[in-house]
C-alpha cells in the first residue's frame, strides 16, 4: 500500500512540473519581441553643416597680382626758404593682395536647414582682404637721387615701401576684389553643402 502511494504521488510531481513547463513556455512565448521602431534616430543637420563649412576656416577665394610705380619726393628748403633740393625715389612695386571670407566666425544662428526640402540658407560674414604683401624678388628701386643740397634720407625706400602696400591695396579693392571674393566664396561653399545632400543653398551675407 505504502508504495502505491509513493508511485502515485511521482507521477502527480510529473504531472506538475510538466504543466509548470507549459506554463512557463506559454507565458515567455506570449511576450511582444522587442520592436525594431522602439529605437528613434534624432537627425540634427545643422551642426553638421556648420563644422563643415567652418573647416574651410579663411577661405582665401581670389588673389590680385599688382603692380605701382611709387614716385616719392622729400622736399626740403634751406637758407630760410630761398633754396629749394629734393630727395626722391622712385620705385617699382609688384606685389599680391588676397581676399576671402572668415568662415571661422560663422555662428549657428547664421546656418538654417529645412529637412523637408533640403534647403540651406547661410550667412556669410563679409569678405575683407586677408593679406597684402610685396613681392621683394620683383619690386626694386628704378631711381634715387639726391640735390647738391638736400639731406639723403635713408629712411626714404622703406617710406616708398609702405607707400606701395598701401596703393597695392587701394588698387585692388578699386578693382573689385571684393566682389570677387564674395562671389568665389558663395560658390565653394555652396559646392561644398551640395556635396552633403541638400539640393538647394541659399547664400546671404551679414
Not at 617710406?159 to 565653394?188: C, F, N, Q, V, Y
Amino acid at each position: 500500500m505504502a508504495k502505491h502511494s509513493s508511485g502515485a504521488a511521482g507521477a502527480l510531481l510529473i504531472v506538475a512540473a510538466s504543466v509548470a513547463a507549459s506554463v512557463a513556455a506559454t507565458t515567455y512565448t506570449a511576450r511582444p519581441a522587442p520592436s525594431a521602431s522602439a529605437t528613434t534616430t534624432v537627425v540634427r543637420p545643422t551642426p553638421n553643416v556648420l563644422r563643415s563649412v567652418q573647416e574651410l576656416a579663411r577661405l582665401e577665394s581670389v588673389t590680385f597680382h599688382m603692380e605701382r610705380v611709387i614716385d616719392l619726393r622729400d622736399e626740403q628748403e634751406h637758407a630760410f626758404g630761398l633754396v629749394h633740393a629734393e630727395d626722391s625715389i622712385l620705385l617699382v612695386a609688384v606685389g599680391e593682395v588676397i581676399a576671402g571670407v572668415d568662415l571661422a566666425a560663422l555662428r549657428p544662428e547664421d546656418v538654417r536647414v529645412d529637412p523637408a526640402t533640403r534647403q540651406v540658407t547661410l550667412t556669410l560674414p563679409a569678405p575683407q582682404v586677408f593679406v597684402s604683401r610685396l613681392d621683394s624678388e620683383h619690386t626694386h628701386v628704378h631711381s634715387r637721387s639726391t640735390d647738391v643740397l638736400a639731406r639723403r634720407s635713408e629712411a626714404l625706400e622703406s617710406r616708398a615701401r609702405l607707400e606701395a602696400e598701401r596703393s597695392i591695396t587701394r588698387g585692388a579693392l578699386d578693382a573689385g576684389i571684393l566682389e570677387r571674393a564674395r562671389a568665389s566664396a558663395a560658390h565653394t561653399v555652396s559646392s561644398l553643402v551640395r556635396g552633403l545632400g541638400f539640393s538647394d543653398v541659399v547664400v546671404r551675407w551679414r
